[in-house]
């Protein structure tokens, strides 16, 4: 602004930014922690945080589903998914196609004291009709030895091109016993 007068700030930059719009807390047998219309026209991705996750069924694997219209999408060979991860001695594949919902990693889930699960889910373009709703995540967690385990993927929904309208986390089998979720819109620009 000139010598001898104090600088002029500016606001920074949205772009990238995260805001936050939802948060669920399972706290015992829930179904689902489910953000079925938390998706809208504001922004056109997403991003969901995963923390301190048990499912009720030792050899279920955490999931998730979209959804559109407020409802969970569930049409058979609906998702189509692959992954990549690793553990302390080995690594290993995941992938499957015709599925009713996307599952996170490979091998059983953990439910004992001390164990349990955390990642993060990208939803992209979630408003636009002229493409299948593609997903990237990172998951990590530890199974029934304690071996902890990440995976990373992606996947597709293919069964339809609308805009979707939100997302569940969920069991394979059973329900969830405890977890904190989060979703975020990015900020578009």
Request: with cysteine; charged share 10%; net charge negative.
């Amino acid at each position: 602004t000139g010598a001898g007068s104090p600088p002029a700030f500016e606001a920074a930059a949205a772009g990238g930014s995260l805001v936050f719009i939802a948060e669920v807390n399972v706290t015992s047998g829930d179904a689902a922690a489910s953000f079925l219309s938390s998706f809208s026209s504001t922004y056109d991705n997403y991003f969901l945080t995963m923390q301190n996750v048990q499912v009720t069924t030792e050899t279920a694997i955490l999931s998730f589903r979209v959804a559109i219209g407020g409802a969970a999408k569930s049409d058979s060979g609906g998702y189509v998914y692959a992954a990549n991860g690793f553990n302390e001695t080995a690594s290993s594949n995941l992938g499957s196609a015709g599925n009713t919902m996307v599952r996170l990693h490979a091998g059983s889930s953990a439910n004992a004291s001390g164990e349990g699960q955390a990642g993060h889910i990208y939803f992209w373009g979630v408003n636009d009709t002229a493409q299948h709703k593609m997903c990237t995540w990172q998951h990590v967690f530890e199974n029934t030895s304690t071996v902890l385990h990440i995976m990373n993927g992606g996947s597709s929904y293919q069964a339809a091109t609308t805009a979707l309208s939100g997302c569940q986390i969920l069991s394979s089998s059973g329900t969830l016993i405890k977890g904190n979720f989060k979703l975020y819109g990015i900020v578009n620009s």
